[in-house]
């Protein structure tokens, strides 16, 4: 799959050295036998140009040992705290049993020094993704209880979820901000994040190859969309679909949002055809007991005010339309694989009653229904969101629309970006704001972990 070294995670690496003391306890060689730090020098962020651009002998996290190492025990003690923080985590292990089974797994899973070099600087460099993976196990171990799986598969579904984002410390930062807009270069480097994880973890002799499948898996979706396999349905391991599953509703959470119940049922619901539809249901029956009959006074006005512009919006999405449907034809291959997926999301919009043609008639019926009002409002947002990753993923997909000068390709290239602007700027239906990614360095960026 490639080599895993590159300046993105040696920056990490060394800058760990500031924070704590971290030593080389073997000499690291460049892999033509070059010594380019000595046995017991003390590594830190000075230390970075010498070691850039060399290809070393060995990976550099077999030649490092940090003082405050990440421990399977420190692991267990931090997800104990979450479940005693968090409510939704605490539901989690309501049952004695489950609590036993899903700390003993955190506790007890393998942990190599690599390995625990690298959560150290995730933990220490990277605290946002460190934390999201430590959320990201505990639902995915609650969904591998449910389906059956004894200790030692719970063992390995843990390292798979702790694991599953080490490909994101290779991740150029500014990527996963949240304001920024991507290059092809960008988005190679993001569809990259579960190979590179994948790879780490497979060259740990110590891990059963189930961990690093579902590493590799965890953006796979049930429909064939997902990356960087297209894998669909059944192709995919259980290990993946827990996964991609419990990065979605990690991020709901972690953002913080009024009634997650409600809005990852609307999100499964535009989505039906991407999760596991048995694991989605037993996490949304958790989710629907959060901030039970609550009531947000801002937001319902919010919502108000983004239904007077639907019907401005409805408008605009019928002309977007018409020019797609024209542009496409001067572009077959680009405009297949677009048209595609904007009619697989309308389909989904009109089973969700979301459909630009069926809205008239909706907002009519909704005349003084605040929740009906709320729950339509959450479903204009992630539509929004949808749209934001049918962009993302035609440029992934054809990464030449960034410098085309093909006259149809151009043409839609312009289409997708003043959309995109749109989106970004757009406080009415087609807005994407509040939604959370759907994952991983998605965590960290909107779109970006779908």
């Known amino acids: 799959m490639g080599k895993t070294h590159d300046n993105h995670y040696l920056k990490a690496a060394t800058r760990l050295g500031d924070f704590q003391l971290v030593i080389a306890h073997r000499a690291i060689y460049s892999s033509v036998g070059v010594k380019l730090i000595d046995r017991g020098v003390r590594v830190d962020s000075q230390l970075y140009h010498r070691l850039l651009n060399h290809k070393l002998q060995v990976p550099l996290d077999e030649s490092l040992t940090a003082e405050n190492t990440v421990t399977a025990a420190e692991l267990r003690d931090q997800a104990e705290r979450l479940i005693a923080e968090r409510s939704f985590y ?6 004695p049993s489950d609590r036993a089974a899903l700390l003993g797994a955190i506790g007890g899973m393998t942990l190599p ?11 220490d460099c990277h605290n946002a993704v460190f934390c999201h993976s430590l959320q990201v196990a505990l639902i995915a171990l609650y969904l591998g209880l449910r389906q059956g799986l004894t200790a030692a598969p719970l063992r390995a579904l843990a390292a798979a979820a702790l694991l599953h984002d080490l490909g994101v410390l290779h991740i150029d930062p500014g990527i996963l901000e949240e304001d920024h807009r991507f290059t092809a270069v960008d988005r190679r480097q993001l569809l990259a994040h579960p190979l590179t994880a994948a790879m780490i973890v497979e060259q740990r002799p110590e891990y059963p190859p189930e961990v690093a499948r579902a590493i590799l898996e965890h953006h796979e979706r049930h429909d064939g969309s997902g990356y960087p396999r297209g894998l669909k349905g059944g192709e995919i391991s259980v290990g993946g679909r827990i996964l991609l599953l419990a990065e979605l509703v990690a991020a709901l959470l972690d953002k913080k949002l009024s009634e997650p119940g409600k809005r990852l049922s609307l999100i499964l619901r535009l ?3 991407k999760f596991d539809r048995t694991m989605s249901r037993q996490v949304v029956r958790l989710l629907q007991k959060e901030a039970a009959g609550e009531t947000d006074r801002e937001q319902e006005q919010r919502n108000a005010e983004r239904l007077e512009r639907l019907g401005e ?3 605009k999405w019928r002309l977007a339309r018409s020019e797609l449907a024209s542009y496409s034809s001067a572009a077959p291959a680009v405009g297949s694989f677009l048209a595609d997926r904007v009619a697989a999301l309308e389909r989904s919009l009109a089973d969700a009653g979301l459909h630009p043609d069926q809205l008239p008639s909706t907002l009519v019926d909704l005349a003084d229904q605040p929740a009906a009002v709320n729950e339509l409002a959450m479903l204009m947002r992630e539509t929004g969101w949808q749209l934001n990753t049918i962009i993302h993923d035609v440029f992934a997909r054809f990464p030449r629309l960034e410098t085309t000068e093909k006259p149809g390709e151009r043409a839609i290239r312009d289409w997708l970006l003043q959309l995109q602007e749109h989106l970004n700027t757009s406080g009415g239906k087609l807005s994407p704001d509040a939604r959370p990614a759907e994952a991983g360095p998605a965590a960290a960026s909107a779109a970006t972990k779908a």
């Open 271 to 273: 989505n039906h055809g």
């Open 313 to 315: 919006e409805c408008d």
């Open 113 to 123: 020094q690599a390995i625990a070099f690298r959560l150290t600087v995730a933990r």
């Open 90 to 95: 605490g539901r989690l292990v309501a049952d």
